[in-house]
C-alpha cells in the first residue's frame, strides 16, 4: 500500500521547537521531491518548504531561517521537518508530500503523495 504517515507534532510554546516526521510505504521516498505543506484555521493550505529533483530547497519567507527540512541519512524513505522560534501563527495542520511534480505550485495536488497531517498548535 502506497502511503506516507506522519508522526509528531503536538503542543509547544511560543519561542518552543517541534520535529515532524514522515515515513513513505510502497515507494521509495528518496526518489521523488518532497515538500511540507500546512493549513491553518480558515486558510487555505499552503508549502512551506520543498526539496525538488536538483536537491535546491524552496522555503517561503514566513518560515525562513526558523523552519528546515531534511531527508533521513540512514533511511531513503524518511523525511522531517524541524520547527524552531515557534509563533501562534504557526498554528496549523500540517501535511508531508512527495511526487514528480510536489514542488510545482501549479501542479495539481492529487498527484501527490500525502501524508495523514498532524496538528501543531503554539500558544502560552
Known amino acids: 500500500q502506497v502511503q506516507l504517515v506522519q508522526s509528531g507534532g503536538g503542543v509547544a510554546q511560543p519561542g518552543g521547537s517541534l520535529t515532524l516526521s514522515c515515513k513513505s510505504s510502497?515507494?521509495?521516498?528518496?526518489?521523488?521531491?518532497i515538500a511540507w505543506y500546512r493549513q491553518a484555521p480558515g486558510k487555505e493550505r499552503e508549502g512551506i518548504l520543498c526539496?525538488?529533483?536538483?536537491?535546491?530547497?524552496?522555503t517561503v519567507d514566513a518560515v525562513k531561517g526558523r523552519f528546515k527540512m531534511s531527508r533521513g541519512r540512514q533511511d531513503n524513505n524518511l523525511m522531517f521537518l524541524e520547527m524552531n522560534s515557534l509563533k501562534p501563527e504557526d498554528t496549523a495542520v500540517y501535511y508531508c508530500?512527495?511526487?514528480?511534480?510536489?514542488?510545482?505550485?501549479?501542479?495539481?495536488?492529487?498527484?501527490?503523495?500525502w501524508g495523514q497531517g498532524t496538528q501543531v498548535t503554539v500558544s502560552s
Open positions: 526539496i525538488d529533483s536538483d536537491r535546491s530547497t524552496i
Open positions: 510502497g515507494f521509495t521516498l528518496s526518489n521523488y521531491p
Open positions: 508530500a512527495a511526487g514528480p511534480r510536489v514542488c510545482d505550485s501549479a501542479a495539481n495536488p492529487k498527484d501527490h503523495y
